[in-house]
């Protein structure tokens, strides 16, 4: 049984092609703008009260995939499912992004980390208690070489 | 544009419907298996060095969306997307859950809050630096009726 995913917006970054994209929002403070399409504008009423939120898109360069993949802040081949690598059966990306403002059917948003044009899926707000796990143990990246702190 | 996804597992559960399950996974203890597709098992390795996992899944019981919903948190209704409700143009969900234990092509996981069968889309290992917010705001959540807190 497939699902079939349709956009409901579109993400703007300053982010043409790859290079110079930071790996993960945490490090970066690039201002984005999500733009919902006209029909689902109304959805967006309440995230006001909301610091952060969850962008869902899809990952809609990347092809194909492989099980192992070197990922960008480790030198030794990790399983995919251990990584965050765009490469993925089902290309579906997550990002945690600072909420800055919202007009009509724009979200400003700081800390993004995905390609200028990238199709959006979802928006969910960021709840901690939900989301939230501060002391959680994070494997391989944690042991991470010190030249990849991923602060690009 | 459209996206086609495709399980690459299933989530086993102990709810077999909506009644009787937690909204959302920090108040449950429930133990679950996530059981991924033979072809994919291979993309599991290096999962054993973290505390917790996000799972993605399709609301695959879920049947169209409104783009206000009253939250089974709160008492008023508010946008879709200030909402975790399953209901949505996309019917894509998250869970943050802990990961117990990790053998061939299974992990047991607590704190799961799926209906048993859901389709599985993805595994992304949890990252304090990506995903970890412990000080968001977090809107309508955190001012709702006391009645309504959530733990099932």
Redesign the interface.
Known sequence: ????????GVIRTPFSDKSGMPI????SQAVGRVE?FEE?A?????????????L?Y?L?RSEGYS??VKPFLDDVA???????HPG?????G?S?VRLLAWRDRALEVEGIDVLDGT?L??????????????????????NRPPDKE?RS
Do not use: C
């Open positions: 049984m497939n699902f079939v995913m349709t956009p409901i993960q929002p945490r490090f919902v689902y109304a959805g967006l009423q309440d995230l006001e009260g909301f610091s952060h939120v969850i869902i899809a809609h099980l192992r990790r399983g995919l499912f251990a990584t965050r993925r059966p089902n290309p579906i997550l945690t199709p899926l979802d928006i969910k707000p960021y709840v901690p208690d939900f989301d939230a796990r501060p002391d959680a143990r994070a494997g391989w990246y944690e991923g």
